[in-house]
């Protein structure tokens, strides 16, 4: 079993329990999925930005992405309907809890001028979104053969009604807010 799932097990479902005045062990929030996506902008100048992005998402994440296609031709963007725009993959059980120990251990520390995590990055049912501006900040990853940094999207799914009980279970997690 993972270090966060035993975490949030033993320490932070109780704790979110009294704090939140619930009742019922299933309505305490938790995390339900990670979506990790790469949009790749430049992939209709160079078709080889999208395999170098699948490439380095699958180190990341751990499991093969789905790489997506554009749904409407965009003139301006030189864009095709069906075109290859970017991948994502969707973590869920294990990896899930390894990915985030390792994005709030490793990866974020590794951050330039890192001072925290916007808190306002919740949506109203309580999901968060990060953005990453390179891959690089991934232990996974080899700089030597990165070919294209590329930025990564990270959305976190939690079950529950409102951002505030989101936002207590991330900072019980570990996860580095802003003050």
Known sequence: MSRLLEKYKSEIAPAIMSKFNIKNVMAVPKIEKVILSMGVGKATENKNRVDAAAKDLSLIAGQKPVVTLARK???NFKLREGERIGCKVTLRGKRM????????????PKIKDFRGL??????????????INEQLVFPEINIDS???????????????KDAAASYELLALLGMPFKK
Do not use: H, M, W
């Open 73 to 75: 031709s965009v003139a």
């Open 97 to 108: 809890y390894e990915f985030l120990d390792r994005l709030i251990n490793l990866s974020l």
């Open 118 to 131: 916007s808190p306002k990055g919740f949506d109203k049912a309580g999901n968060y979104n990060l953005g």
């Open 146 to 160: 990165v070919e294209f940094i590329q930025g990564l999207n990270i959305a976190i799914c939690i079950t529950g």
